[in-house]
């Protein structure tokens, strides 16, 4: 069974940095064709791809935040981290992490989401 | 960037009947498209992929069709527990961007 939750701070000041982890299960990043990407929505609007990480450990970003975003694994864990420097209101979402294969290149698996709130 | 549009952006409908929702890519994208039921408090659900194909475990009422710029996601016989907003989204091979719609929200009366 593939399941994958999403886990970091419920609030961040303005210019901090985001460190959010995904911890999933059911699956393993070592395994060829295995990605991780983390999507975000903020309130009332549409869902926001951000990132990827593939099992040989190629990245990707979505261009407009691809200079404050980074995204890492932990293959130990079961774990990606992502990092989002310099926070801003704007950035308050429901982050989710989602899981996909080289088979089936959607999202296949998904999180429940961790609210951020970015606020002083 | 190819962008997608959604039509429209509320369905109201009574249980029973035919749900069509419409999503449009600013330029084509063969059958690189999905579909994702969200649900209020539960995580994003795949519906269909490659624009027609439905994911493991998908109930028959829901199809989807299109290819190019224009795709339609059909429930043919509406339930009570269809209530979600629906998004469509696009690949692309390289770079890898993926992109969604603003989402249809489905209103069962």
């Known amino acids: 069974q593939v399941t994958l939750k999403e886990s970091g701070p419920a609030l961040v000041k303005p210019t901090q940095t985001l460190t959010l982890t995904c911890t999933f299960s059911?699956?393993?990043?070592?395994?060829?064709?295995?990605?991780v990407s983390w999507i975000r929505q903020p309130p009332g609007k549409a869902l926001e791809w951000l990132a990827r990480i593939d099992w040989d450990d190629e990245r990707f970003y979505t261009t407009s935040l691809q200079t404050r975003l980074t995204i890492s694994r932990d293959t130990s864990k079961d774990q990606v981290v992502l990092t989002m420097t310099n926070m801003d209101p704007v950035d308050t979402a429901t982050y989710y992490c989602?899981?996909?294969?080289?088979?089936?290149?959607?999202?296949?698996?998904w999180g429940q989401g961790t609210v951020v709130t970015v606020s002083s | 960037e190819i962008v997608l549009t959604q039509s429209p952006a509320t369905l109201s409908l009574s249980p029973g009947e035919r749900a069509t929702l419409s999503c449009r890519a600013s330029?084509?994208?063969?059958?690189?498209l999905a579909w994702y039921q969200h649900k209020p408090g539960q995580a994003p659900r795949l519906l269909i992929y490659?624009?027609?194909t439905r994911a493991t475990g998908i109930p028959a009422r829901f199809s989807g069709s299109g290819s190019g710029t224009d795709f339609t996601l059909t429930i043919s016989s509406l339930e009570p527990e269809d209530l979600a907003v629906y998004y469509c989204q696009q690949r692309s091979n390289w770079p890898p961007i993926f992109t969604f719609g603003p989402g249809t929200k489905v209103e069962v009366k």
């Open positions: 059911g699956f393993s990043l070592n395994t060829p064709g295995m990605r």
């Open positions: 330029q084509s994208i063969s059958t690189s």
């Open positions: 490659d624009a027609s």
């Open positions: 989602a899981r996909m294969s080289l088979v089936l290149d959607y999202f296949d698996y």
